[in-house]
């Protein structure tokens, strides 16, 4: 057996497991099954309780709001699968940075909504609730921004450190509310934050919006403005990397030493000495990290510590070399006794370019496999992760996609979602839907014939008979036959058509006449679906000929089915008395030929063994209606015989 | 234009218009949504605002929500009423309650149909059932719509119409309409506006119908619509040239008959090579100007256009709902679509 990665933490079951009562358990599809048992270790039997306690582990999924979540993203992934494969990589990677964007977007709104609902709330343990989801959803949105920029996107050195400062500046968005309130109040430069603001919107290297703040001050104190435009001057000749442009990395490198060594000059004179806040500037500028550790409050995460930290020492960083320095920003900035967070650990091995070791972090942390199941999808589209053989066949991908898929299966409303993600896992998917498929409830006819429109897309045959068959026999429970024969007619499930015919038949010998005319008259060609059912088709023909008078067609008929064996041998003595008003008729309708055949079935049904349970009074109903068959017969034969005899003068 | 689309977190299986007042020229502001297959259903009122703001005609508001409440099952029908009532069992089989599928009302009076094979009539203000017709199909009914004040047209599992009389006291249907050949389940029926012997049906493999239940027991034309199960048809109701489906495929397709100036013509040849065509025999003596261009079909004069009114491929589109300019649709994904400026 594996080693477990991480203590797992014990949940407590209330109301289970008192009195010193073991507790049993059966796995679930989603959740366990936990119940007490008789067996006790000491002490006298008693009572235990009779509850079965159903324990699930993901809450989320019956979120109203997240629900939403689950139906959008589940749009894009079907449109993330359909992307094709021919396209050059370019087009491609700009194809999988925009869907990886729809994904957040996604997530953001969510985010907004439960935000929402948060404050609005009344109820408090609701509203922690919310909370708790949003912090979640921000850290996951945290973590999949920052796979977009090493990962999907790849930017290389140079833009990376400029997609780390976009990864940055969004998730750190008090700043601006900061800012406007400080540009907004009557004098800016007074203000109490107003030295924070200047130095946060400089640790995020917003160096236009840090300029346009400390211009406030500059216009108030005239004698030292020099210092402030010396200041000015610094930020806004500040080189920053242009990808689009013609400049180069290595010239833009040479800018930027040039304008480092400008600062370091500065700080070397002293120009800034009198004012202490701007020669704190100027020592972020020049990159000091003691001073930007100072900043600590204003950073408030090592991340941010890290982007800083590179932006000010080495803005051309190298994706490889970027672990370096995510290590030491981690242990500089928490400081020896503080240990680090999951989401820490997460970002670290992102910025360690571990793949499998974000991926199985994130699986641990969190209760939903939805945010590993989408962001492993995706990144596999983009061919980022090694085919990784797991013990049981499938790949990683694959695996938590059919992780994330059964578990909303097991939902009452959203195993819809869950049946194009079996789609798109091509070694289990089909398995997993299939034995899935069958279980789920159906209370309405829509929803079955839902369910059979997923099988026979699919072309699930075993799982759409099976289905049609639980439908038609709850059909039949209800009386409602033409409903069990257009199930079984969908199905083709020749057994119970017939089934089905008995019954009618049944109906038939105990009340003398068919209920349901309306099916029965209009069965078209689902009659040859059995035998009996067009046994059943074609005797309720002959009785509707015989109604209309249609005397030698009906007899035709009649005969046809006892002879062609599609008549079961029991009603044969039905179908006979069937014929007795017909050879009773002053006409004569069997011919010669034909009467000879009604005889030799009568005597055919006769010479069959005897049943020995019928009673002498079935015995003799049985015999009298058997001498009248046979006097009838007799009659006609020789009415027959003259009329066919004749010559017609 | 693309149509705006909501989440609202519960699959929806009905979506209907509040009916607005036929004088004024107003476009339809509210709605309602009936959700299925949740723990707890919803029957959901929803508003789309005020438009007047908007100075660049861009109606971009999503719908918000007016007030909802709880429903006992999964939601199958919604029809405006002025009055609330509930009739408790009113579909049932012998040991269980059976699933009602379908209502249609022509207040005050409401016809309801379900699994069990009833056609139950009721008034809107009185608590007893007005009439039953029990046994009326063997199998189950899925949709009704009122013919003319006293008759209903039924559509069933067996792939029959059955028209019914309620003046008549028999309990058999007046006139049975099918398709020879295969019984393919009928899932819904609308009548066309205002020719009341034009009726268009929906069945289990995607076929659109077009009937003239006057005469013949065929269908006047079939059109290959969808590729599964198609679970509404309507006609607009102010522009009947228009029509519109919505299926179990995912689509919601916007049928348009775009027929030549010589409507007199009444020959019944094929339509455009989408449409495979029954016709049955020319109608006699009818009134040229009245010919509807659903019956009239030659195809250099008389086409059928369809196009897709949802931006991409969802889950199935259980319901719709057009009136005047705007329709609206609920889908399995937990999405509302409204699409406010109909080309009709």
């Given amino acids: 057996m594996e080693e477990v990665d991480v203590e797992p933490s014990p949940m407590l079951i209330p109301s289970a497991g008192f009195h010193q009562r073991h507790l049993g358990f059966e796995w679930g599809p989603g959740d366990l099954l936990v119940y007490e048992t008789n067996y006790k270790l000491q002490g006298p039997r008693s009572a235990g309780s009779p509850l079965v306690h159903v324990v699930r582990k993901d809450e989320d999924i019956c979120s109203p709001i997240l629900r939403k ?14 992307i094709k494969e021919d396209v050059p990589s370019k087009n491609k990677k700009s194809q999988f940075v925009s869907i990886s964007k729809n994904y957040r977007s996604v997530i953001r709104a969510c985010m907004e909504e439960l935000q929402q609902n948060a404050v609005s709330a009344q109820d408090g343990s609701l509203a922690s609730q919310y909370g708790d989801q949003v912090s979640i959803l921000l850290a996951i949105e945290l973590i999949w921004n920052l796979c977009e920029v090493l990962f999907i996107d790849a930017a290389p050195a140079g833009s990376l450190l400029l997609h780390l400062l976009d990864w940055v500046r969004l998730h750190k968005s008090d700043v601006d509310a900061r800012a406007r309130e400080v540009l907004q109040s009557e004098s800016p430069a007074q203000h109490q934050s107003y030295w924070d603001v200047v130095i946060s919107l400089v640790l995020q290297g917003r160096m236009d919006e840090a300029r346009q703040v400390l211009s406030k001050q500059a216009s108030l104190r005239a004698e030292s403005s020099s210092v402030f435009k010396r200041m000015d001057v610094l930020l806004q000749t500040m080189p920053i990397f242009n990808p ?119 699986s641990i942390a969190l209760n939903n496999w939805w945010f590993v199941a989408h962001l492993t999808d995706l990144l596999d589209h983009c061919k980022l992760l090694q085919s990784h053989n797991l013990h049981f066949g499938s790949n990683l991908r694959e695996f938590l996609v059919l992780e994330y898929a059964s578990g909303l299966f097991t939902h009452h409303s959203l195993w819809q979602l869950a049946v194009d993600y079996f789609d798109h896992c091509p070694e289990f998917g089909r398995v997993y839907l299939e034995l899935q498929i069958e279980r789920i409830p159906l209370d309405t006819e829509r929803k079955a014939i839902k369910v059979l429109r997923i099988c026979e897309d699919r072309q699930m045959s075993e799982q759409v008979r099976s289905i049609c068959k639980i439908m038609a026999k709850r059909a039949l429970r209800n009386n409602r036959l033409g409903s069990a024969l257009s199930w079984s007619i969908r199905a083709k499930d020749a057994a119970f058509a017939t089934l089905i015919s008995e019954r009618f038949l049944q109906d038939y010998c105990n009340k003398g006449s068919f209920t349901d005319l309306d099916l029965l008259d209009n069965l078209g060609p689902a009659m040859l679906l059995s035998d009996r059912l067009t046994f059943l088709g074609k005797y309720r023909e002959f009785h509707r000929l015989y109604g209309e008078n249609r005397f030698s067609e009906a007899a035709k008929l009649l005969l046809s089915l006892m002879t062609a064996k599609i008549a079961p041998r029991g009603l044969w003595m039905t179908l006979l008395t069937d014929a007795l008003p017909l050879l009773e008729q002053k006409e004569v309708i069997f011919s010669v030929d034909q009467t000879y055949e009604l005889m030799s079935c009568l005597e055919e049904l006769n010479t069959g063994t005897k049943d020995s349970n019928t009673t002498d009074q079935d015995e003799d109903i049985e015999s009298t209606k058997t001498e009248l068959l046979r006097l009838a017969l007799a009659r006609n034969l020789a009415m027959a015989i003259v009329k066919e005899g004749t010559i017609e003068t | 234009m693309d149509p705006t689309a909501k989440y609202i977190s519960q699959k929806i299986s009905r979506t209907r218009w509040r009916p607005v007042p036929a004088g004024l020229l107003q476009q339809p502001e509210v709605f309602a949504a009936g959700s299925w297959d949740n723990e707890s259903n919803r029957v959901s009122i929803w508003s789309l605002g005020d438009n007047d703001s908007d ?231 009818e009134d040229d100007s009245v010919v509807s261009s659903w019956l009239a079909g030659d195809s250099s004069k008389n086409r059928l256009e369809a196009t897709h009114m949802l931006p991409s491929q969802t889950l199935s589109v259980n319901s719709l709902d057009v009136l005047e300019q705007c329709l609206v649709c609920g889908t399995d994904g937990e999405a509302v679509y409204v699409h406010r400026q109909l080309p009709v």
């Fill in chain 2, 55 to 285: 100075t660049d005609g861009e109606f971009d508001e999503e719908p918000r929500l007016l007030c909802d409440s709880e429903h006992d099952g999964d939601v199958m029908d919604l029809q405006a009423l002025s009055l609330a009532h509930v009739w408790e069992r009113a579909h049932r089989y012998s040991c269980d309650n059976a699933p009602c599928t379908a209502v249609v009302c022509r207040s005050p009076e409401l016809v309801s149909v379900g699994e069990d094979g009833r056609v139950i009539l009721y008034k809107a203000d009185q608590t007893e059932v007005v009439r039953v017709i029990e046994n009326a199909d063997s199998s189950t009914i899925h949709a009704v719509t009122f013919l003319r004040t006293t008759e209903v047209l039924t559509v069933n599992s067996i792939g029959q119409l059955k028209m019914w009389d309620f003046r008549q006291q028999s309990d058999s249907p007046a006139q049975i309409l099918s398709l020879t050949g295969d019984r393919v389940p009928l899932h819904c029926v609308d009548k066309h506006p205002n020719q009341q012997h034009i009726v268009a049906t929906g069945g289990q493999d995607g076929m659109l119908c077009i009937w003239d239940v006057r005469q013949g027991n065929t269908p006047f034309s079939l059109i290959e619509a969808h590729s599964a199960e198609m679970w509404e048809v309507h006609f607009h109701p102010s522009n009947p040239n228009h029509l519109f489906t919505c299926s179990e495929d995912g689509s919601l397709l916007h049928w348009e008959t775009t027929s030549g100036s010589d409507m007199s013509t009444l020959l019944q040849r094929g339509w455009n090579s989408r449409v495979v065509s029954h016709s049955g025999v020319p109608l006699a003596g």
């Fill in chain 1, 244 to 362: 689009t442009g013609t400049q180069t990395l290595t010239e833009f490198d040479v800018k930027w030493r040039h304008w480092h060594e400008e600062c370091d000059r500065c700080l070397q004179d002293n120009t800034f000495a009198s004012n202490r806040h701007l020669e704190t500037i100027v020592k972020i500028l020049v990159g000091d990290e003691d001073t930007i550790l100072e900043q600590k409050e204003l950073l408030s995460t090592w991340y941010h510590f890290l982007v800083t930290r590179l932006l000010f020492t080495h803005p051309t960083i190298k994706p490889p070399d970027l672990h370096y320095y995510a290590q030491s920003s981690m242990n500089m900035f928490l400081g020896p006794r503080a240990p680090p967070e999951p989401l820490d650990i997460i970002l670290l091995s992102a910025f360690e370019f571990d793949l499998h070791q974000v991926i199985k972090d994130c």
């Fill in chain 1, 69 to 82: 979540l689950f139906n959008e993203s589940h749009l894009i992934f079907v449109g993330l699968q359909k």
